[in-house]
């Protein structure tokens, strides 16, 4: 569900409602029962028919695995009485860790084929005392997975992202060999598999125009990322670069590329949604199980005055569907 305060949980309920998305899974919804009646009561939206305390999961755990109808699993941690929604709030980032935290464990035990998350707000969480930048580092630790790569993609433009969610000036001494070559890796396996095709990709450079033949900053194109792109291509793969991330999504070379990887995290994401925005997927490579996510943040500005829009919830939801199948 996300954070109770942002936009999670009127885009959960819409999903639930969608003919589509009953039809092609059986959505089990992590939340709060309290708080997802209030944004019903307030937007028109329709409540899951079954809700089941999270208390008896262990009890009715074959039941969830083998449902035909959406299920609500209510963890009665949170009601209205808690917070305001659109304000960051130290009991909604607990509600939305906890729901987190127990939909890893139920796909870990395989009651759940797949997770798909809405947004948590990073403030709220660290304020409840979980000291994490995001979901990608929650599911690394919780799957003792040091290999993780945050792909956002959509039929527009495919991004992954080297160093996340990081200031700017801690991403070069992030950069290696190894982790730039593991994104690329994860990222070409996963649109493989996506496209049923080869695949062919791009990868920025750092520094301006590529570092200009190391003019500019420390010479990391010459040093870690070339021989990354060279053991790439000498495993089979298809790159091209570094190129410069100024010329790089022109439209020209959006048409013969796959998906980009991308030095950090603004590098990548601000042309995905400049191009895509209401309907990209955050997609977590290298993990045991399949999780997608939306695009976007709890968007608190927006938050319980039915204006968000579900599109991304869906896309995400579709993706985990074909990537558990």
């Known amino acids: 569900m996300g954070d109770p305060a942002g936009v999670g949980p009127e885009l959960a309920l819409k999903a639930l409602a969608s003919p589509e998305i009953q039809a092609i899974c059986t959505p089990i919804l992590f939340g709060d029962a309290a708080v997802l009646e209030s944004v019903a009561q307030k937007l028109d939206l329709v ?41 960051i709030n130290a009991a909604t980032g607990n509600a939305s860790f906890q729901y987190f935290d127990a939909a890893i464990a139920a796909a870990k035990f395989n009651v759940v084929d797949a997770i798909v998350t809405g947004p948590i707000n990073k403030e709220a969480i660290n304020l409840a005392g ?63 598999k996506m496209r049923g095709r080869e695949v062919r990709l791009c990868c920025c450079g750092l520094n301006p125009h590529a570092g200009e033949n190391g003019l500019f900053g420390n010479d990391e194109e010459a040093s870690i990322i070339i021989p990354a792109l060279e053991k790439a291509r000498a495993n089979g793969i298809q790159i091209d670069g570094p190129l410069p991330a100024d010329t790089a999504f022109r439209s ?25 925005f209401d309907d990209a ?34 896309e995400a939801i579709r993706l985990a569907v074909k990537l558990a199948n």
């Open 252 to 276: 020209e070379r959006r048409k013969v590329t796959d998906g980009y990887i991308c030095m950090y995290h603004d590098q990548g994401l601000i042309p995905l949604k400049a191009l895509a």
């Open 47 to 87: 409540m899951p028919e079954i809700c089941i305390p999270y208390s008896e999961i262990s009890r009715v755990g074959e039941q969830i695995k083998h449902a035909k109808s959406p299920i609500l699993l209510d963890f009665e941690l949170i009601d209205g009485s808690h917070f305001e929604p659109g304000m």
């Open 130 to 192: 979980f000291r994490y930048p995001g979901h990608t580092e929650i599911l690394s630790e919780k799957f003792s997975v040091d290999d993780v790569c945050m792909m956002l993609t959509s039929d527009a433009i495919t991004c992954s992202i080297v160093t996340t969610h990081v200031g700017y000036g801690e991403v070069p001494d992030l950069l290696s060999v190894d982790n730039i070559y593991s994104t690329i890796h994860l990222s070409h396996e996963a649109l493989v």
């Open 281 to 314: 997927v955050n997609v977590s490579l290298g993990l045991p199980i399949v999780r997608t996510s939306v695009d976007h943040g709890t968007a608190c500005d927006i938050a319980w005055k039915g204006t968000a829009s579900v599109s991304s919830m869906l």
